[in-house]
């Protein structure tokens, strides 16, 4: 089992995240070089093991205390798990779980992490690992030459279609009987208010940033997001000003969008709010700054002025 990669799993009310899809489809692919086989920790639920074809096996812990993400339940069982099992890489987001799991796991378990990974690749049999360092402002590249490792993974780095896979997984039951005795409990789950706005199914966002300069001038963004028929998404200095309320926020803490064009206007492009946006089917940009870093995943992207702009469209739309 030492060449086994194990992805753990998460989701939300019952559903499975992207992400843990797009985390198989790369274990799959570094198991594979290594000729080990593709495991799943499903702590929750049983009955979405059935959608993770992807896996070689599934282990499943469920019990009402891992229903919802309680650190203390999730980690007793993945560190326990992962004992038992061995695997040579343990894969999870760089998410609340992820953010809380991995470094203790990694002590627990007396492994290295690597955090806020972008890619991974296995080169003559060595795990290398490129990594966001500094908030995004440098990529560290890894060779992680130990016989186990954690990486914590950015969401957005793979293709999800590469573990949506059918297939019959061995579904292995994990033993919950410590979960009797915790010392916390989960209450409840207070989702942020949308306000009527819920950028997170909009086929189309027009969003936009600090460029835009001041509270007054969201007037010029939001006169194109009106001709569009679209909701106005942002990134986090405009909500941090009081300027937009806190669901039209794109990011790392904000939300995250998937839509089929997201329009950017005056944003720059930062690590955190990539991970909101650089899923979006088509990504627009306009920004004066042609070494903004929202180029690197833009499709099509212009360096004229917004106020320049934003007219011109509004006026050709309506
Ligand atoms: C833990 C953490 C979480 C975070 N979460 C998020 C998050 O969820 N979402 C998020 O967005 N950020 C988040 N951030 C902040 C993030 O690091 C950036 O500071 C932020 O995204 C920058 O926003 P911006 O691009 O609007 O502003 P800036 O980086 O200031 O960019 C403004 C851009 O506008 C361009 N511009 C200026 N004038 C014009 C003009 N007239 N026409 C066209 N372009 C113009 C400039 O060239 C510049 O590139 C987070 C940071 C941390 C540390």
Not at 17 to 28: I, S, V
Not at 35 to 43: F, I, P
Not at 148 to 154: D, E, G, K, L, Q
Not at 293 to 310: E, K, R, S
Request: charged residues 20%; proline residues 6%.
């Amino acid at each position: 089992m030492a060449d086994d990669v194990l992805v753990l799993a998460e989701h939300s009310e019952g559903v499975l995240a992207d992400h843990t899809f797009e985390l198989l489809g790369k274990a799959r692919e570094v198991a594979g070089a290594w000729g080990g086989s593709t495991r799943v920790a499903l702590l929750g639920p049983a009955q979405l093991a059935g959608e993770l074809g992807g896996a070689d096996v599934v282990h499943v812990a469920d019990h009402p205390a891992l229903s919802h993400y309680l650190p203390e339940a999730y980690e007793r069982i993945l560190t326990r798990l992962v004992e038992q099992v061995q695997p040579r890489l343990v894969l999870m987001g760089t998410s609340t779980p992820g953010m809380d799991l991995g470094a203790a796991l990694a002590v627990a378990w007396d492994a290295p992490v690597s955090a806020y990974t972008v890619d991974l690749e296995v080169e003559d049999g060595t795990l290398v690992a490129r990594a966001q360092i500094y908030a995004g402002k440098l990529m560290a590249e890894v060779a992680i030459d130990a016989p186990r490792a954690v990486c914590t993974v950015i969401a957005g780095s793979f293709p999800a279609a590469a573990g949506r896979v059918e297939g019959q997984p061995q579904v292995e039951p994990v033993a919950t009987g410590e979960l009797d005795s915790l010392r916390s409990s989960f209450t409840a789950l207070r989702l942020p208010e949308t306000g009527g706005v819920d950028i997170t199914t909009a086929d189309m966002l027009v969003s936009v940033g600090r460029g835009i300069g001041t509270q007054d001038n969201l007037e010029v963004v939001q006169e194109l997001a009106d001709a569009l028929g679209v909701p106005l998404s942002a990134s986090r200095p405009i909500i941090d000003q009081g300027w937009l309320p806190k669901p039209h926020q794109v990011g790392k803490s904000g939300q995250k969008v998937k839509p089929r064009a997201y329009l950017s206007f005056g944003i720059s492009g930062a690590p955190e709010h990539l991970e909101g946006m650089r899923n979006a089917e088509l990504i627009i940009s306009c920004n004066t700054d042609p070494q903004a870093p929202i180029f690197d995943v833009a499709h099509y992207g212009c360096t004229l002025d917004l106020f320049d702009l934003l007219p011109e469209l509004v006026e050709r739309l309506q």
